[in-house]
Every structure is written in C-alpha cells, then in structure tokens.
C-alpha cells in the first residue's frame, strides 16, 4: 500500500462497517466471528485504529454525518477524489503532501468546522 492510499482504505473500510451494519468501536469488537470474517482485509485496518483511540480515526470510520468517500480517478492513476457530502466538490490528491491535506480536511469536516481549501 502506498502512503496515498491510507485514506482510500480507511474509505474501503467504512463502507464494508455500514454494509455489515456495525456502527460503533463496541459493535466491531463484539462481532460474531461471521461478522469478523466477512470484514475480510479490513477488520486488521479497523481493529487497530481502535485500539489506536485517535478520536479524529474513530469518527472517520464511525461518525454517522457527514457522510464520505474516497474513490480512484478515471482514467487510472495516482488521484485520488474525497467526495464529502454538503460539499459541491471533490477533494483531489495524488501524493503524500495531499493525502496529508485530504485527511485535515475530512478531520474538519467531522468537526463540523469548515474551512476553504
């Protein structure tokens, strides 16, 4: 994995928590081993940033609002897009210096701060 994908994983890993319809810390670690399992790569990623206790991780992958993603530019290559519900626009990145960015934007927008890019 390089630098610049820690975000999309951390994306990846949200929506496989919604799929499976766990919804907190608690609903991870009390998961049925089925629930474990169908979390397949993701459930080291999420187990350890709880563990972790990085609040601002924690809400990224639990807080139900505002809603994200990440998703990869087409055609394909290094972007990356953080799509952020309320915002007209995609976040775009494609290294490390800009995932950096991405992440402290997605922190605000958890916060409920807002700030221009």
Known sequence: MTHEDRLLFLSR?????????????????????????????????????IWGGNPDALAALFSPSPSWRVATHTPPGPHRLLFI??????????????????????VSALR???RQR
Not at 32 to 43: C, E, G, K, T, V
Not at 85 to 105: C, I, K
């Open 85 to 106: 519900d309320g915002e007209s626009d995609p976040f775009l990145y494609e290294d490390d210096a800009g995932e950096r960015a991405a992440w402290r934007h997605l």
């Open 112 to 114: 409920g701060e807002h």
């Open 13 to 49: 890993a949200r929506a496989c928590l919604r799929d499976l319809g766990l919804a907190s810390p608690e609903d991870v670690l009390d998961a049925p081993y089925p629930a474990q399992a169908a979390m397949q790569r993701h459930y080291g990623l999420v187990s350890r940033v």
